[in-house]
């Protein structure tokens, strides 16, 4: 009796398990989008924006929802609310189904389906996968004003014979974040300047404090071209064809390389570097006081050095005050450069009827000042466009240093649009690393940089 | 004279004893599974190999018949061999420790067992834990663990006695054996499965005849335990070689094949090319070398354990 009892829970329990297991199944089948929208749904949902009859399919990431519960950025989610319900009420035949694939595999997926002619009507784009899509990506020069309002590197990333064709809808860039107490004390509060004054101070800081007084991130080539593009150096020649064997560039490689090396040889940087892949490390380094100054992106500002020690009850809220921002190091003889990213909106949809007109007004509202400023303002971002940054009524952040991370976009330089890129980064990325580890000299790394490229662009 | 019943009848006999053949024919029974192979392990296979000689790539709908020409590049390329080196020294290293620490632990445990001391089913358990994590995960937890700095718990507890910060990720040496490692920590599991799930098939009696004639442990060790679990071993030996041969996730999170390429393995090497590079082509070119190299090294296992007639 008792074991009846038993046995029976059991195979029930199996056979609910089983059954909830098939039901949630056909749940998620089903949970595609159908004809019209129910008149009491909102106008604005997670997968939905506006209620007209006509889909239009959109793939972006939960980073950019727009509403705040499902937001993995939940202070920008109202911003982008507001900007997709004046497109949806401008639009009312019109609805944006809207798809979130696994991050992993949506370059891949998204890739592989436009070249079948699958592609959705539209994609959010990390400004680096732009390249890749110049073939199937749709001109937007109809829906966004004022091209020349946007920072030299859009005009040069996103733009192919004319065409406008990516919404480039805020950017970053990377730059030197040091102590000024260290440096008041090293260098009379100045940050270094060129690579020499670097070295300089960075040896002084080295000897005297019980710290590392330089890092940067080896696993990011953006954060390092800087140091290529500021000796004089240059990836690709008008035609996208690598040009890293030519003398001049290849100079400034092994000068780039050999800068490292110098830094890890005379102490100033450790060679741990080499192990630094995620970008909060470095910040969390300095606020533990382990570090004076590394190369970082401009938000880190706020997210890692500000936020942090602000909500930490046993530090006194202003010391985050202490990190401040400079240009990255440059040689004597170069110019200051720093590298810039940030995510893009583009359209698949040919033609300039109904439905394409739609999409790429949706993705032309990316763009505009009104909604970038707001957007950039909720989300700590920097926009894209000069004008955006001169109007406080569009842009008044509290991020600090927001003025001179504007100066520093003036000599931003973006990934090269091209394809190669993808290979020119990790190739960097390892010559980087096997310099910092002295399994190669300056000059083999950069010449099996070049070698690779060179074949990887042949095969290609 | 025929009636229709008589015919029927007959049709139906005809039909039960040919039902009784195809019953006691092997074929209905595997078909299924053949069916499921040929779909989800051949098709595949196949595809990856036809693939192996064009350049289809991920970012251009054009694609072309290139002979051997992905396989010329990859003879003529020295990082290949680099890799190849690099993997070798890795599946060398876990095929020796998984299975010498499985070994070790399922003699333990099973002596536990059966000296019914306590802690046997915990031990199993917590081995087995390792095992049932995913490789990305353990990869992450070794690298939270190895942190070249205060942050990282082991160097932590290497600064308490006055040692490191030791460069765990950042020196190539280091590097690569510590994603031996932390392989090994999460692959001795499944040897220890294996092989004390083949403990449990020695015959007593064996140990008992070998005690009379009086071998001592060593030899009841080297004489009985030992030939008793050679195809167990073999089995585990194959297994473990394929897996260390294929390692991806581990080492993709670990050290992502850093610093510089020092721990740069096939399996990664193949990532990369196919959806790094995008080049589809390339990338299935150093699938099959890695299929040959597996189904070599099986062959060779084979022919070393001479099984062919216990499996």
Request: proline letters at 6%; a negative charge.
């Amino acid at each position: 009796m008792a074991d009846g009892q038993r046995k029976l829970p059991r195979r029930t329990v199996v056979s609910a398990v089983g059954a909830g297991a098939i039901t949630s199944l056909a749940g998620c089948q089903g949970g595609g989008s159908g004809g019209s929208v129910d008149e009491s749904a909102p106008l604005i949902s997670h997968e939905r924006f506006g209620k007209g009859d006509t889909s239009l399919v959109y793939q972006t990431s939960t980073f950019y929802t727009p509403i705040e519960d499902q937001s993995d950025q939940p202070a920008a989610a109202p911003a982008l609310k507001q900007q997709h319900e004046e497109w949806a009420d401008n639009h009312p035949d019109y609805r944006i189904d809207v798809e979130y694939p696994a991050f992993g595999q949506w370059k891949n997926n998204l890739l592989t389906s436009a070249a079948e002619g699958n592609a959705p009507d539209g994609s959010t784009l990390d400004s680096k996968w732009v390249a890749d899509f110049y073939e199937y990506l749709q001109p937007l020069n109809d829906y966004v004003d004022d091209i020349d309002d946007f920072f030299p590197f859009v005009r040069e990333t996103a733009m192919r014979d004319g065409d406008l064709l990516a919404a480039w809808k805020y950017t970053g860039c990377r730059c030197l974040y040091y102590r000024q107490d260290v440096l008041d004390t090293y260098n009379n509060g100045d940050p270094p300047v060129t690579w020499e004054e670097l070295l300089e101070v960075g040896q002084a800081i080295a000897d005297g404090e019980e710290m590392d007084a330089f890092m940067f991130p080896t696993s990011s080539a953006l954060a390092n071209l800087p140091y290529f593009w500021s000796a004089g150096g240059e990836l690709l020649d008008e035609s996208g064809a690598p040009v890293l064997g030519a003398d001049a560039n290849r100079a400034a490689l092994v000068d780039a390389l050999a800068f490292i090396r110098d830094l890890v040889e005379t102490g100033v940087t450790p060679q741990r570097v080499a192990s630094v892949e995620e970008i909060e490390f470095l910040p969390r380094e300095g606020r533990a006081g382990n570090l004076a100054m590394f190369v970082g992106n401009n938000d880190q500002i706020e997210r890692n050095i500000k936020n942090p020690i602000e909500t930490d009850d046993e530090i006194p809220d202003d010391r985050w005050e202490r990190w401040k921002v400079a240009k990255i190091p440059r040689p004597a003889d170069g110019e200051h450069t720093t590298g810039v990213g940030g995510w893009t909106e583009g359209t698949f949809r040919e033609g300039d009827d109904g439905a394409a007109a739609a999409m790429k007004s949706f993705i032309g509202k990316f763009a505009e000042p009104e909604s970038m400023g707001r957007y950039c303002e909720a989300a700590a971002l920097l926009p894209t466009r000069e004008s955006v940054f001169d109007d406080d009524e569009l842009y008044d952040p509290d991020t600090p240093y927001q003025d001179r991370f504007r100066a520093f976009l003036q000599d931003g330089i973006a990934r090269p649009p091209r394809p190669i890129y993808s290979t020119i980064a990790s190739e960097y990325v390892i010559a980087i690393e096997n310099v910092v580890t002295g399994q190669a000299s300056p000059e083999s790394a950069a010449q099996t940089m070049i070698t690779n490229v060179a074949d990887e662009y042949d095969a290609t | 004279m025929t009636t229709p019943d008589s015919t029927t009848d007959r049709s139906f006999a005809r039909l039960r004893a040919v039902g009784r053949r195809l019953l006691d024919h092997p074929l209905p029974w595997l078909a299924p599974t053949l069916v499921l192979l040929a779909v989800f392990q051949l098709y595949p296979m196949v595809e990856a190999v036809l693939m192996s000689f064009t350049n289809e790539s991920l970012v251009s709908p054009d694609t072309e018949f290139v002979g051997i020409e992905q396989y010329a590049r990859l003879a003529t390329d020295p990082q290949f061999w680099e890799m190849l080196r690099v993997t070798a020294i890795y599946a060398f290293s876990s095929v020796v420790l998984h299975v010498l620490l499985g070994l070790v632990l399922a003699l333990a445990i099973d002596y536990g067992v059966r000296r019914g001391l306590r802690g046997h089913l915990t031990t199993r358990v917590s081995v087995l834990l390792a095992w049932i994590v995913p490789g990305i995960i353990i990869g992450l937890v070794w690298k939270v663990m190895l942190v070249e700095s205060q942050f990282g718990a082991i160097n932590y507890l290497l600064g308490l006695v006055g040692v490191g910060p030791v460069p765990f990720r950042s020196d190539p040496t280091l590097a690569l054996i510590s994603t031996i490692v932390a392989g090994t920590w999460r692959g001795t599991a499944f040897s220890m499965i294996m092989i004390y799930g083949g403990l449990q098939r020695v015959p007593q009696r064996l140990y008992e005849a070998a005690r009379v004639d009086g071998a001592g442990r060593w030899n009841r060790f080297r004489h009985v335990t030992l030939p008793q679990l050679k195809s167990v071993l073999f089995v585990t030996i194959v297994l473990v070689t394929i897996y260390a041969l294929n390692t991806f996730d581990l080492i993709f999170a670990l050290t992502g094949g850093g610093p510089g390429r020092s721990t740069q393995v096939l399996a990664l090497f193949m990532y990369q090319e196919a959806f790094q590079d995008n080049a589809l082509g390339r990338g299935a070119s150093i699938a099959v070398v890695m299929l040959v190299a597996n189904l070599a090294l099986t062959a060779v296992y084979l022919y070393a354990f001479d099984v062919s007639e216990e499996i």
